[in-house]
């Protein structure tokens, strides 16, 4: 079964510093792999997505991860935070069979100090 | 403009009391998902339908139930059997054969 770790559920970082969100999964099959950010109040919105190919993928508002099969990992990261980068984020694995599949990790809230 | 809406937004209940959770979609997707959030838990899926007049359950289906009438719409009850309600409750969408989800602003329910 696969399942899906977030390591550290509260990050901050300083304004213009980097932000890395780590993101490890156990799958037996290849993974599908995602990055979702809530703001409060919110629904989920996709950051990127990781299906085949690339394993350097870029999504918005500047963010990109590497999906790393040797190492099971799929760490997010922007070079410089900006103040509404602050949000929890959610690392997700689908392997087959549609979205119901699709598990998602504890979350990380991210907070960006001035 | 096509996307998910919920409502309400926020919503009240006394125990005991069975309550209604509206979802609907404007983006011709087959597959209409239920997850219920909890602070620190992520997101746990309840209910999620493939097609329409079928759906199946999650892994936390109990005090719940659905309907799947219409494509567009994904209806959740909240059953006072469920034990401990109070939470933010978010719908989803996909294509078929599609593991991006789009999801909804929400629902906050809180059982007083």
């Known amino acids: 079964a696969q399942s899906v770790t977030q390591l550290g559920s509260h990050v901050s970082v300083s304004e213009g510093a980097l932000v890395l969100l780590r993101c490890n999964y156990s799958?037996?099959?290849?993974?599908?792999l995602f990055w979702y950010v809530q703001y409060p109040n919110q629904g989920l919105q996709l950051l990127l997505k990781y299906t085949t190919g690339a394993t350097l993928v870029k999504g918005i508002n500047g963010f990109e991860a590497e999906f790393k099969k040797s190492e099971t990992s799929f760490h997010l990261t922007k070079p410089s935070a900006h103040m509404s980068d602050a949000a929890e984020y959610f690392c997700a694995v689908s392997v087959g069979g549609g979205g119901f599949k699709t598990i998602f990790g504890a979350g990380t809230r991210l907070f960006v100090k001035a | 403009d096509g996307g998910i809406t919920q409502s309400p937004k926020y919503l009240f209940r006394k125990e005991g009391q069975n309550v209604t959770l509206s979802c609907e979609q404007n983006?011709?997707?087959?597959?209409m998902y239920w997850y219920r959030q909890d602070p620190g838990q992520g997101l746990r899926l309840i209910y999620y339908s493939q097609i329409v007049n079928d759906f199946q359950k999650g892994d936390i289906a109990e005090g719940y139930s659905v309907s799947r009438e219409k494509k567009e719409s994904f209806p959740l009850t909240v059953t006072s059997a469920q034990k401990n309600p109070t939470a933010f409750y978010l719908c989803?969408?996909?294509?078929?054969?599609?593991?991006?989800?789009?999801f909804g602003p929400g629902t906050r329910l809180t059982v007083l």
């Open positions: 983006l011709n997707h087959d597959a």
């Open positions: 799958s037996s099959v290849p993974p599908y």
């Open positions: 989803a969408s996909s294509m078929r054969g599609s593991y991006e989800q789009f």
